[in-house]
């Protein structure tokens, strides 16, 4: 009496469904179609236990992102704010406004004349006012 044993193998995977590829006649049956299904299958049956976290492998995503920047100016009080809280701000624009008066530009440009009286304020402010003239 000779028994005969005869091993189908299996039509599809156990993960994914795909075909199975043609295996080896000898040996244990393949059940899942590739190693990927086969680690995705561990990670599932991990991920059931309560103390598993779900790994997910996936492949990178590269996403390019083109963003067009519009130069809208800024609020000049905010600008004048941030270089009175500088002190090495306002040493550079007291440097520069001396070289303009060193170079005529200050008074012989009619624009300036605001200026001109703020740097004359501060003036006074720092050494007192000028001395009155009598007549």
Known sequence: MAITRSYQSVGECQHCGGPMPVGKSTGRRRVYCAPACRKAAYE??????????????????????????????HDIGTCQFRV????????????????????????DNNEWAPAVRAIEDLFNAITGPPPRRYR
């Open 84 to 107: 009175a809280q500088s002190p090495r701000a306002c040493t550079l624009i007291v440097q520069h406004l001396a070289g303009m008066a060193r170079n005529k530009e200050l008074l």
């Open 44 to 73: 599932k049956r991990r991920a059931r236990k309560p103390d598993a976290t779900i790994v997910k492998v996936v492949d990178r995503v590269v996403v390019e992102r083109h963003e067009t920047i519009v130069d809208k100016g």
